[in-house]
């Protein structure tokens, strides 16, 4: 097997402490209750290293000792488990039709999850970011006001994000050239926290690495869903970005040149047939007749209710939809080989209906035999985009660095 | 910016010498000659670690001294730089209509390149693997003749590979369920070197990687030609495999459900578009009249020397063709965001025709602005898979392992 680095890392350069750090935070997270000892020996580090470092990390409130436990052999040992109550993360999603807020400790445990309707196709992208600012301040004050520092937050957006949390383009919101992560800076008045800005799709892959159904799988894609389509992809487990950070941009895959018009200027496009804009349109003609649609989450429900009720038209709908969402996975499948393709948002709440169908197709089309062993499956997180911002926020101090201040 | 890894290693686990070694081979190899100093000074390795492993390197041969140079300070330093004559390592590939075989010193340095008519298509898998064997004996037995040990042998496959070196598909060659790396291993009396396989556009893409128009470049994608399509990728400065090694596969990207039959079984796949047995039936169509054609180079040869004299039959069609590349390599840029895409074997001995197409094609369906900064090349390497093969057989020592014997 090969495989190629850009610079091999020398041992004894860089942070020793910083990546020492990390192991042992991430062996806690992993495995706690443990002891020193424990850690010690399923890591390789040695103890005295062991015990400078879980020493340093209680004092930041990063771990705390939980009581003695009997060791097989030998003195019983203090054990350690992450310390929950001092830190909090944000992560922020403009989904179809609402802003979502999601907040977590150091565990990864929710601490709240807030949804807002509100309809960022039909107003500026200022008064987005003002309204997105607004939530996250209510939710750094709901944190704030149970003792815990805010580490950082995260804004999902669906689009293409450069490195430095701008939006060059993201067509779904109408938005080209946004400075994301500097104007919320701004109207956050320069907070101590970190502020970035992610495409949804890698957020949500991220949190559904850490959080989901497949959590730990290396190969693994988060299709998401709402108002366009993009992919979140992890590959040998690690997010695969690209040069500028634009990969994963799957909404404009050309299924079928005699399709439906899509706001790209071509036609057929994947997102142009499983949007939820566009699944919308198929299943409930009626419902533009007031005007485009801007409430997508009622109608997402009525389109669930008409499938429970065996609606020949729906679920007809949904099988054509399933297909041509199979066809794009397979291309997927053949393309990077991921272990699981899991999808999010509409296409989790639509799944009973366009689950076998697209499973059908995917088998079809994927080139390697079995699809390569690509599974496709509904996720089971909610609000994974908000989750995955919450997440990312963490990275900064999983990484072995300790928090500011 | 996010960055996540399935597991942060603890910097005291692990064979650190074996880290430090790959660390000072590729100081050398990059910014040879250098003194023992300038290896610290540049890598951050302390200067007795530097000069211990320098002194093993030399020993085993991977690095000899040569001669002393006035330091810009100081008393003069012994100049280190590669030992290119102990050792070599080759690649084999299995072309359109040929074999080939390829070995390289340790720096990388071609020291032979042999292409030997084959029609792998028309004989059984263990004929093929007979013949890469005898290619294979006479390729060992010139560089033994040199006085060198061969460190490594990796065949190309047009197909799918998995981590044990068998071939689960290659639909180009008719092959399914091939166990060439253990077929080859017996075929070869079990030899002390390693044998290895790989997809030709893994090879391929780790040769450009190398020694390519853009070495160096950390997200790269090569699309091979011949027989059928296949797309090497680099995400991130390493190989994208997917879960069983499938990674990669784009033959049967669907890009015209109206177009030509594929061996799929489907219709319009990009293979069946622009693969090199459709390219010479799109535009020669007498060239079929004595049955299949299995001698591929000529016709291409035949395509070439139309194209220069500008017959508008075979330009048209070339314009065509380089259309339907570009949206494939559109689909590619949008998933990945490479910043190049190199074009091989017979897309780049067409690549002044099928260029200009492609490359408009591309900037008019690739979704970022500016195709997301991707770049469409001709690959300037010659017999790219097989040189990729013998860069792999080095990968052993290059990570610092040492030579065994």
Redesign the interface.
Same mark, same amino acid.
């Given at each position: 097997?090969?495989?190629?680095?850009?610079?091999?890392?020398?041992?004894?350069?860089?942070d020793?402490r910083v990546?020492?750090r990390?192991?042992v935070l991430?062996h806690v997270r992993l495995h706690s209750p443990c002891s020193r000892a424990d850690i010690a020996a399923r890591?390789?580090?040695?103890k005295a290293?062991v015990s400078s470092l879980v020493t340093e990390l209680i004092d930041q409130r990063l771990l705390r000792e939980t009581g003695l436990t009997e060791n097989r052999v030998g003195r019983p040992a203090t054990m350690l488990v992450l310390d929950g109550e001092p830190y909090a993360a944000l992560g922020l999603q403009i989904g179809a039709d609402e802003l979502v807020a999601v907040a977590v400790d150091l565990g990864g445990n929710r601490l709240l999850t807030w949804r807002r309707a509100f309809a960022a196709t039909t107003v500026s992208p200022t008064e987005t970011l003002r309204a997105l600012a607004a939530l996250a301040r209510r939710a750094v004050g709901r944190v704030t006001a149970q003792g815990r520092t805010v580490l950082g937050l995260t804004v999902g957006v669906p689009g293409?994000v450069d490195?430095s949390g701008a939006v060059?383009?993201a067509?779904a919101l109408g938005w080209r050239d946004v400075p994301v992560a500097a104007q919320l800076r701004t109207i956050l008045r320069e907070p101590e926290f970190t502020v970035?800005v992610?495409s949804v799709a890698?957020l949500a892959v991220?949190a559904e690495?850490r959080h989901g159904g497949h959590a730990?799988s290396?190969?693994l894609v988060h299709l998401t869903g709402g108002l366009t389509v993009g =992919?979140g992809? !992890? +590959?040998?487990?690690? *997010?695969?970005?690209?040069?500028?950070?634009? =990969?994963?941009? !799957? +909404?404009?895959?050309? *299924?079928?040149?005699?399709g439906p018009s899509c706001a790209?200027g071509?036609h057929g496009c994947l997102s142009a047939l499983v949007g939820l804009p566009a699944v919308v349109r198929r299943l409930l003609p009626d419902a533009e007749a007031d005007g485009p649609v801007t409430d997508y989450l009622p109608e997402l429900t009525r389109i669930v209710a008409l499938a429970r009720q065996d609606d020949p038209v729906v679920c007809g709908g949904l099988a054509e939809i399933g297909r041509h969402l199979g066809?794009g996975v397979a291309?997927?499948a053949?393309?990077?080989?991921?272990?699981t393709v899991v999808l999010g948002d509409h296409f989790a709440a639509l799944a009973p209906w366009l689950l076998p169908a697209a499973r059908s197709e995917l088998a079809a089309?994927a080139?390697?035999?079995g699809a390569?062993?690509?599974r496709l499956e509904a996720s089971t997180l909610d609000t994974a985009g908000a989750l995955g911002g919450a997440t990312?926020a963490l990275?900064t101090v999983e990484?072995?660095r300790l928090p500011a201040g």
């Open positions: 097997m090969i495989s190629i680095h850009n610079e091999p890392q020398p041992s004894d350069l860089g020793v990546a020492n990390a192991v991430r890591t390789g580090l040695n290293t293409l490195p060059p383009l067509s970035a992610d890698n991220l690495q730990g290396s190969d =992919a992809i !992890i +590959a040998a487990g690690r *997010l695969l970005r690209g040069g500028r950070g634009f =990969a994963g941009e !799957i +909404a404009h895959l050309p *299924l079928d040149p005699a790209c071509h066809r291309v997927l053949d393309l990077l080989n991921p272990e089309r080139h390697a035999p390569g062993g690509c990312a990275a990484a072995g």
